[in-house]
């Protein structure tokens, strides 16, 4: 049997390695390469941009979407900490939400302090599509909360911190829910599942296997 590979869920950052599964978010107009799985997304930061153009922004994405090693839409979600109002970005988001569902493309979200409103707006769409909330970083309620409306979440670099709350958070996470991720951090995804293996006293080689579990599930591989 070859070895279980390790999955980065989230990273700006292609590493290539054999035993590694990686899905690595492009901006709109960079071109995607041919091997490899890839998400493409508008981030709720990009209305910050004066020029930015929603429509066309939404047409680009749709195009890129239809290329088979695009296996995930994202990053789109909400950011109650940043300027762009939220009106904008639940627009942004909502629109997104339909792309996803239209084109059976898996979401990886961007959600700062803005649970409730993406469970409700889960709700409202009626979205079939699994949603992954990437560099998850709450507390005991907010897992809970999400992993109650059967949303996945991805956690990094922050699991390297014993002082995060996450530390005290992350034994609540339903490992049937659980991914992993490096996003913009210039670190290996192995030292991530090292870290989260110790914390729940677990064998790497176990963790290796439920995450991939939950990979293969959500993107039929
Ligand atoms: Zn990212």
Redesign the pocket.
Known sequence: MPETPFVNI?T?IAIPEANLLQIV?LDLNQPCPEQGYYSYGIHPWALDNADFQMNEALNKLKENLQQPQVIALG?AGLDKMHKATFEQQIELFERQIELSETLKKPMILHDVRSHNEIIALRKKHRAKQPWIV??FSGTEQDVRQLIGQGIYLSVGESLLHPERKIHKSFKFIDLDFLFLET??AEIEVETIYEAAANMLEMELSTLKTRIFANFASIFKL
Do not use: A, I, R, S
């Open positions: 989230h700006h978010n990053e990437h560099g996003d913009m």
